[in-house]
C-alpha cells in the first residue's frame, strides 16, 4: 500500500521509473534491477532505468527479457551463466557481475503486456525463490498501473499541447507582424520560471498559462489586431478587453486538475505589480499570481523586440533595461531580478522560441 501510493503520487515519468526501480531493489532484497518498456512499433524492449547500465535494447523473444515479454511468463534463474540466453556482454560492459535473475512481465488488464522488470543477485548471496517471485509480481501489478497511467497522462497531454500550438499559429497568422508572439512569450516564460527555480508543477502552468495569455485576442478585429501605428483611444479600451475574453474563454474550456489554474494566471498578465493595468479592478481585490508577473515580463520582452504597432525593435539589452527601469511599478523585482539574471542566455532562448514557432508555421501551413 506504501508503494501503490508512492508511485501513483508521481507526477514525473523519469522520477517515477526510477522510484519503481529503487523501491523494488529494496523490496526485493536485490542488488540492482532494470525496467524494460516495450516499444510495439519495434517489437522491442529498451531499458528505461538500468542501474549502473547504458541503454539496452533486446528483441522480444531475444534473451531472458525478450522471453519474459514473448510468454508474459516470470523467469527465475539461479545461474544466469549456466542458461544460453543470458548475453554475459552486458555484464562486461557495464563490470557488473549477474549471477541469479528474476524477470517478471508487467502487465495491465487495459493494454497487456507493457514491459518486463529485472531484479539482480540476492545480497544475501542465496537464489530468487517461489517466495520472491510472488511479491515481485505483486509489486509488477502496482508499477504497471502506475507506467500505464502517467503514460496515458503524457500522452493527453501531448494532445492538449498539440491543440494549444494549432491555435497559436492560427491566431499569429492574423498577424504577420507578431512573429510568433505566443511561442516566443512562452520560450522567455520558461526560462524564466526555471531561473526563479519554481517547482515543476507551477513550471507547468506557467508554461500553458504564456502560451494561452493572449487567448482572446480571437475576438480582437482585424483592424485593430493588425494596425501598424499606435491605436487610438477607443481601439486601445477594444483591445484591452482581450483580457477579459481570455478568462472567460479559458473558464469555458472547464480545464480540469491543476490545469484549471491556467485560467487564473493566463488572463492577468496586464495587471501591473503597483497597481493598476487591466481587465480592471483595484489592486485589493486582486493579488496577481506569480506566474501572471512572469507572464507579463515575458510578454514585455518580446514587444520591445519586435515592430508591432508601430514599434521600433530595441536590441536585447535595450529592451532588458527598459523592462528593468519600470520594476516595483509594473513589473515585479524579483522577475525582473530573474530576466537580468537570464541576460546571458536570452538569445539563445530567443532561438529556440523563433524555431518552434517556425516549426508549428509550416506543419499547420
Known sequence: MEVGLDLHGERNFD????????????????????????DEEERELRSKVAEG????????????????????????????????????????RSGFRTHSLLTVPLKTSRSGLIGVVQVLNKTDGGSFNE?????????????????????????????????????????????????GHSFMVQAFADALARIMELPGDQRRLVHYAAALHDFGKIGVPDRILTKQSPLEEAEREEYELHALKTKILLERLNLVGDLAEVAKIAPFNHKRFGG????????????????ARIIAVADELHNLRSSRYGNTPLPMDGAVARIAAQQGERFDPAVVAALLKLCPELPAVEAEGRRNYEAVRIHFS
Open 15 to 38: 522520477l517515477l521509473l526510477r522510484k519503481i526501480l529503487h523501491r523494488l531493489t529494496e523490496v526485493m532484497g536485490a542488488e540492482r534491477s532494470s525496467i524494460f518498456l516495450l
Open 53 to 92: 547500465s547504458e541503454e539496452i535494447t533486446v528483441p522480444l523473444g531475444v534473451g531472458i527479457a525478450g522471453e519474459v515479454a514473448r510468454t508474459g511468463r516470470s523467469l527465475r534463474i539461479p545461474d544466469v551463466y549456466r542458461d544460453s540466453r543470458f548475453d554475459p556482454a552486458f555484464d562486461h
Open 131 to 179: 517466495e520472491d517471485e510472488e511479491l515481485a509480481e505483486a509489486f509488477a501489478g502496482i508499477a504497471a498501473v502506475a507506467i500505464e497511467t502517467k503514460q496515458l497522462f503524457l500522452e493527453l497531454e501531448q494532445s492538449f499541447d498539440a491543440v494549444i500550438k494549432g491555435l497559436n499559429a492560427a491566431l499569429d497568422a492574423r498577424d504577420p507582424a507578431a512573429l
Open 276 to 291: 493598476g493595468g487591466f481587465p480592471p479592478g483595484p489592486p485589493e481585490e486582486f493579488e496577481i499570481p506569480l506566474g
